[in-house]
């Protein structure tokens, strides 16, 4: 019901800044939460950071105090503003919308391709 598509990723030594996007198309009304998930090579996706739709952001404490959602009114579309990047940050990072879904608060965003993410030394 919800496509997604993420982008700006790169290259980038470490300390420096990147932002990554993220386009929701289909149905977009249903959306009340949107997250980023970072996905380690050899890892499962980890989710940390997401944002309630007119309400807070939240962020785990690994990019605490390093990544930002920006505040922005359009509902297709969510922003992670990164800094200070580590090495420990590459990976690739995706997007993921929950919604209202039989009753009950569910991620049914369809997952796309991520963005990929590399930070140097």
């Known amino acids: 019901q919800v496509q997604l598509v993420e982008s700006g990723g790169g290259s980038v030594q470490a300390g420096g800044p990147l932002r990554l996007s993220c386009a929701a198309s289909?149905?977009?009304?249903?959306?009340?939460?949107m997250g980023w998930y970072h996905q380690a090579p050899g890892k499962e996706r980890e989710r940390i950071a997401d944002?309630?739709?007119?309400?807070?952001?939240r962020y785990s404490d690994s990019v605490k105090d390093r990544f930002t959602i920006p505040r922005d009114n359009a509902k297709d579309t969510v922003h992670l503003e990164m800094d200070n990047l580590k090495p420990e940050d590459t990976g690739v990072y995706y997007c993921?919308?929950?919604?209202?879904?039989?009753?009950?608060?569910?991620?049914?965003?369809?997952w796309g391709q991520g963005t990929q993410v590399t930070v140097t030394v």
């Open positions: 993921q919308a929950a919604g209202v879904v039989g009753g009950g608060l569910r991620e049914y965003g369809s």
């Open positions: 289909g149905r977009i009304s249903s959306i009340i939460v």
């Open positions: 944002i309630i739709t007119g309400g807070p952001r």
